[in-house]
């Protein structure tokens, strides 16, 4: 049951190109957005779709294959944790990022 503590599965499209840095230990980080669509019936019967983004972050070979393969509108889906951190701005705010950190993905579609 502990594997199950925190653990995110997600089914969405990528919003962007993916952000590829090339750290200095000479593995790879890459960033990316997932939306997610869930689609409804309100009270008038109207079709609503809500659609949620998340920041999805992968490292060293899950990386490699996300810069080598995915690009904005690939469908993904994609398994890991939710990681919340903080940084300070420049101008010394503090800000507060929620994203997945990707253990397992699965390249869908054909977009």
């Not at 230990?25 to 008038?44: C, H, P, R, W």
């Amino acid at each position: 049951m502990n594997a199950l503590k925190n653990k995110v599965q997600l089914i969405g499209n990528l919003g962007q190109d993916p952000e590829i840095l090339d750290l200095d230990n000479g593995s790879k980080l890459a960033k990316f957005s997932v939306a997610t669509n869930e689609t409804y019936k309100n009270s008038k019967g109207e079709r609503i779709t809500d659609t949620q983004w998340h920041l999805v972050v992968a490292w060293g070979k899950t990386a490699e294959i996300v810069e080598n393969y995915l690009h904005k509108g690939s469908e993904v889906a994609v398994e890991g944790k939710l990681i919340h951190r903080s940084y300070e701005t420049k101008e010394g705010d503090k800000r507060y990022i929620t994203e997945v950190r990707c253990n397992e993905l699965l390249m869908l579609g054909k977009a």
